[in-house]
Structures are given as structure tokens and as C-alpha cells.
């Protein structure tokens, strides 16, 4: 005799049912609509044989119908207390299991995001007569929240060398906790040491710093050997470093991280990091569906690049740039440009990414499936590339 047992969403009589059939040696089905509103059934099969409780819930996953077999066993009497005791939490967890959704699931289909394009310091510490960095910040986080943007992301360097935290960093804090956003910043972090680094930091809804990147490749400026960029000015003391090339001495970030947000997983690149392509792969293959590219440097950022770095990583991007500087841009993956400044000055643009899409062509990705990593370990071996051409002169 078979029992089956259709249930609405919350209702727990099926496994009241299930208990009284069970004492009678019978087998009951329960089934529920699969969380991700797939036209799959959840099937669970409860039998009772051998003494045993067996209880086997099989989940069919939208887009691949993956199962997952978790079983449940404790020797026990037929019609005892304790078969109830056991079969009650065995159906408890089950109903847990198939009402609970996994991370992806809680994320919006779409987010909005904001960059901005302003006035601050820059990589040797000048800055624009009348330029407040941290007033700017605060006033593009209200002018952001007022727009609904869940993200808002300002330059490199912007805020200049700063102990984090300090009285810049608390007025940020401040600002993204009564507004309830997050915001990524750049600046010089000035460490207790007095080393430094070029530094993104990223505040949470609440206000509190929740991540930091360090700048991870150094774009240095001068040098006085060949080959060219080996090695920095020799005579030089550390405020001449400061003042003319800081990157030859800056402290160097060692990791590529992915932080999770309450919308999805972000990357964070700065400026020079952004143009070496292994940067995004590996973001990418942590995770990440959104990159952020701060930079603080004159000229535009290339378009070219980030279409491509998209398409090729499956990730949409958020590129800033100082007011110096133009090509701040929103971009969604696979190539598509939502806004751009494309002139020096100030600028402020938004844009509604769709993370659905992007997260339909991530997990559908052939080149994903298709990957060959052991055919990439040159990648990362050294390689002095530059000593196959000593006889090439300047």
C-alpha cells in the first residue's frame, strides 16, 4: 500500500500522517515544490524495516537535477516513544532542509550600483585648491542612497595618507550607516610602522569597515638601470620616494580576495592590478561576479580592456578614476557599457546591473566546465622574459 502525502509550503500534517503509517508498516511519500521553483518534485521515501528509521530526501536542483542522499538511522523498537521522539526530528530536519534556501538564492536578481568621478589626492599627494575628499564621499553617499544604489565607489588614492581608523575614515563610517549602503574608497592606509600601502577600503551597511584590498602590483615611474622598471632610483631617501614614485616603496597586498555582500561577491582591483589578466581569472574563480576597479592616474580608462576582461571572466565591472582622469564606467557582462564619463572633470553615474543573467551565464559556462589547469602552471612561475632580448639597446 502506498500513501502519498501533497503538501503546501509550511504545513507539517503530512509527516503526522507519516508517524501513524509508519507504526503500521506502511511507506509514505512526501513531496514539496523544489525551492528554486523548479517543475521537479522533492521526494522523501520513509521506511521503516529492520528495526531501522530510514529516511532518504532526494532534492532535484533546477538546471542539472543534482541529488543529494542524507540518511537517517538509530536501531529502535516499533511503537515506542522513542520512534517517535526520532521520527519527529528526522521529519523536523527534513522540512528544514527543503524550506531553507543555499546563499545564492537570498541575492536579487538586480542591484544598482553607483561611480563616482571626483576631486581628492593623488598618487603624490597634490590635490585640487578647494577639493574636500572626505565632504565629496559623504556628499555623492546621500546623493547615491537618495538614488536607491546599494554600492557607490569612489578612487584611488582619494582620500590621501590616512591612519585607518582615523577622523576621515569614522566620517564615512558614519555617513554609509544612515544611509545604509556600501561604499569602496581609496587611500594611502599609513600603518604604525610608518609603511603604507595603496589601499580600497570597504564599508558595510552599518558603517564598519568590512574588507580592505592592498594595491598588489606596483606602478612605478622611474628607475635607473636596465632593464627598465628592475630597479628603483638609487640616493634617494624615503620622503623623495613619497613625493615623486611611493609605489617602489609602498607595502604590496599578497592576496586577490573576494568579498560577500548581501547582494552577491565582489572583487576590488586598483589601477595597475588591473592590467594583468591572471587578476581577474582569479577573482572570477573565487567567485566573484562583480569586479571593482579604482584608479587615480591621467588619461581614460581603456573600454577595450574591461570588455574584454568581462567577457572572457564572466563578471560585470565598476571602474573609477580621479577628476584628472576620465573612462569611469559601469559595465555588465558580456560587453555592454551602461555609462561612462568620458571627459576629465566631475562626474556621477549609476546603473541597474542584472545579476540573474550574469549568474545564468556563469553557471552555464562551457569554458568553466572546460578548463585545463594543469596545462597554466607557467603562469605562475617567474620568467625573465627581458633576457631574451640583452642586445636590443634603447
Given at each position: 500500500?502506498?500513501?502519498?502525502?501533497?503538501?503546501?509550503?509550511?504545513?507539517?500534517?503530512?509527516?503526522?500522517?507519516?508517524?501513524?503509517y509508519y507504526i503500521t508498516n506502511g511507506v509514505i511519500q512526501y513531496r514539496t515544490q523544489n525551492f528554486l521553483e523548479s517543475p521537479y518534485c522533492n521526494t522523501a521515501p520513509i521506511q521503516p524495516y529492520l528495526g531501522f528509521v530510514h529516511l532518504t530526501p532526494l532534492r532535484a536542483c533546477r538546471m542539472g537535477l543534482q541529488k543529494f542522499d542524507e540518511r537517517m538511522e538509530m536501531?529502535?523498537?516499533?511503537?515506542?516513544?522513542?520512534?517517535?521522539?526520532?521520527?519527529?526530528?528526522?521529519?523536523?530536519?527534513?522540512?528544514?532542509?527543503?524550506?531553507?534556501?543555499?546563499?545564492?538564492?537570498?541575492?536579487?536578481?538586480?542591484?544598482?550600483?553607483?561611480?563616482?568621478?571626483?576631486?581628492?589626492?593623488?598618487?603624490?599627494?597634490?590635490?585640487?585648491?578647494?577639493?574636500?575628499?572626505?565632504?565629496?564621499?559623504?556628499?555623492?553617499?546621500?546623493?547615491?542612497?537618495?538614488?536607491?544604489?546599494?554600492?557607490?565607489?569612489?578612487?584611488?588614492?582619494?582620500?590621501?595618507?590616512?591612519?585607518?581608523?582615523?577622523?576621515?575614515?569614522?566620517?564615512?563610517?558614519?555617513?554609509?550607516?544612515?544611509?545604509?549602503?556600501?561604499?569602496?574608497?581609496?587611500?594611502?592606509?599609513?600603518?604604525?610602522?610608518?609603511?603604507?600601502?595603496?589601499?580600497?577600503?570597504?564599508?558595510?551597511?552599518?558603517?564598519?569597515?568590512?574588507?580592505?584590498?592592498?594595491?598588489?602590483?606596483?606602478?612605478?615611474?622611474?628607475?635607473?638601470?636596465?632593464?627598465?622598471?628592475?630597479?628603483?632610483?638609487?640616493?634617494?631617501d624615503k620622503q623623495w620616494f613619497i613625493e615623486n614614485d611611493p609605489e617602489w616603496i609602498m607595502k604590496r597586498g599578497n592576496n586577490l580576495p573576494v568579498f560577500e555582500l548581501d547582494f552577491g561577491r565582489i572583487g576590488i582591483l586598483i589601477c595597475y592590478d588591473g592590467y594583468f589578466p591572471e587578476t581577474y581569472s582569479v577573482l572570477s574563480l573565487k567567485g566573484a561576479e562583480i569586479?571593482?576597479?579604482?584608479?587615480?592616474?591621467?588619461?581614460?580608462?581603456?573600454?577595450?580592456?574591461?570588455?574584454?576582461?568581462?567577457?572572457?571572466?564572466?563578471?560585470?565591472?565598476?571602474?573609477?578614476?580621479?577628476?584628472?582622469?576620465?573612462?569611469?564606467?559601469?559595465?555588465?557582462?558580456?560587453?555592454?557599457?551602461?555609462?561612462?564619463?568620458?571627459?576629465?572633470?566631475?562626474?556621477?553615474?549609476?546603473?541597474?546591473?542584472?545579476?540573474?543573467?550574469?549568474?545564468?551565464?556563469?553557471?552555464?559556462?562551457?569554458?568553466?566546465?572546460?578548463?585545463?589547469?594543469?596545462?597554466?602552471?607557467?603562469?605562475?612561475?617567474?620568467?625573465?622574459?627581458?633576457?631574451?632580448?640583452?642586445?636590443?639597446?634603447?
Amino acid at each position: 500500500m502506498l500513501l502519498r502525502a501533497f503538501v503546501v509550503k509550511n504545513k507539517k500534517l503530512p509527516f503526522l500522517l507519516a508517524f501513524v503509517y509508519y507504526i503500521t508498516n506502511g511507506v509514505i511519500q512526501y513531496r514539496t515544490q523544489n525551492f528554486l521553483e523548479s517543475p521537479y518534485c522533492n521526494t522523501a521515501p520513509i521506511q521503516p524495516y529492520l528495526g531501522f528509521v530510514h529516511l532518504t530526501p532526494l532534492r532535484a536542483c533546477r538546471m542539472g537535477l543534482q541529488k543529494f542522499d542524507e540518511r537517517m538511522e538509530m536501531n529502535v523498537g516499533k511503537n515506542s516513544i522513542v520512534t517517535l521522539i526520532v521520527f519527529l526530528m528526522a521529519a523536523l530536519s527534513c522540512t528544514q532542509q527543503k524550506t531553507k534556501p543555499e546563499k545564492s538564492s537570498k541575492w536579487p536578481d538586480k542591484v544598482k550600483v553607483a561611480a563616482v568621478q571626483t576631486c581628492g589626492f593623488d598618487k603624490w599627494l597634490k590635490i585640487k585648491e578647494g577639493c574636500s575628499p572626505v565632504e565629496s564621499v559623504v556628499k555623492y553617499i546621500e546623493r547615491a542612497a537618495a538614488d536607491d544604489v546599494q554600492l557607490v565607489v569612489f578612487p584611488e588614492y582619494h582620500l590621501g595618507r590616512i591612519s585607518v581608523p582615523g577622523p576621515q575614515s569614522r566620517k564615512i563610517s558614519k555617513a554609509a550607516a544612515e544611509n545604509g549602503i556600501y561604499v569602496i574608497v581609496g587611500c594611502w592606509e599609513v600603518f604604525e610602522d610608518e609603511t603604507f600601502s595603496s589601499a580600497a577600503l570597504l564599508f558595510g551597511r552599518e558603517g564598519n569597515i568590512v574588507g580592505k584590498y592592498y594595491k598588489t602590483h606596483a606602478a612605478v615611474d622611474t628607475y635607473d638601470e636596465l632593464p627598465a622598471y628592475s630597479k628603483p632610483p638609487s640616493g634617494k631617501d624615503k620622503q623623495w620616494f613619497i613625493e615623486n614614485d611611493p609605489e617602489w616603496i609602498m607595502k604590496r597586498g599578497n592576496n586577490l580576495p573576494v568579498f560577500e555582500l548581501d547582494f552577491g561577491r565582489i572583487g576590488i582591483l586598483i589601477c595597475y592590478d588591473g592590467y594583468f589578466p591572471e587578476t581577474y581569472s582569479v577573482l572570477s574563480l573565487k567567485g566573484a561576479e562583480i569586479i571593482v576597479w579604482i584608479n587615480g592616474r591621467g588619461g581614460r580608462i581603456q573600454d577595450y580592456y574591461v570588455r574584454t576582461f568581462m567577457e572572457q571572466n564572466l563578471v560585470s565591472m565598476i571602474c573609477t578614476n580621479q577628476d584628472y582622469g576620465a573612462g569611469t564606467m559601469l559595465a555588465q557582462y558580456p560587453n555592454k557599457i551602461d555609462a561612462i564619463c568620458r571627459q576629465t572633470g566631475e562626474g556621477y553615474i549609476t546603473a541597474e546591473f542584472d545579476l540573474k543573467r550574469l549568474r545564468f551565464a556563469r553557471k552555464n559556462s562551457r569554458n568553466f566546465q572546460q578548463r585545463r589547469p594543469e596545462l597554466y602552471k607557467e603562469i605562475t612561475m617567474p620568467h625573465q622574459i627581458w633576457e631574451d632580448y640583452k642586445n636590443i639597446r634603447k
